[in-house]
């Protein structure tokens, strides 16, 4: 359903763009979408979130300001842009998209039945 790309190694202060395509056939309007994030040996978090009606937004309080979720219509894509990059940002990506006909932002995995396969964001210092 969904196909992740984008991570790379970094050094501190510098920017990715992470996409993540929709192959199901359906559009990326048809979801809320997010993207969490997994450190080594820790768990799966929450990192940013975008809500299937009215575009609401909302964002780990570690990235915010410095991270922006968006759809991109035209590709089909959910994107997550990552500005000033710190060492603490590394991590395994993963989009999701789930079908909750809301407004709301969600920030558990359990909202999502989706998962993109992650992208390795690795930011040195």
């Known amino acids: 359903q969904l196909q992740a790309s984008g991570g790379g190694s970094v050094q501190t202060g510098a920017s990715l763009r992470l996409s993540c395509a929709v192959v199901s056939g359906r559009t990326v309007s048809s979801y809320a979408v997010a993207w969490f994030r997994q450190p080594p040996g820790k768990e799966r978090k929450f990192v940013a979130g975008?809500?299937?009606?009215?575009?609401?937004?909302d964002y780990a309080d570690s990235v915010k300001d410095r991270f922006a979720i968006y759809r991109d219509k035209a590709k089909n894509t959910i994107n997550l842009q990552m500005n000033s990059l710190k060492p603490e940002d590394t991590a395994v990506y993963y989009c999701?998209?789930?079908?909750?006909?809301?407004?709301?932002?969600?920030?558990?995995?359990?909202?999502?039945?989706?998962w993109g396969q992650g992208t390795q964001v690795t930011v040195s210092s």
């Open positions: 975008l809500s299937w009606e009215g575009d609401f937004t």
């Open positions: 999701a998209a789930g079908s909750q006909y809301t407004t709301t932002v969600y920030y558990g995995t359990e909202a999502y039945e989706y």
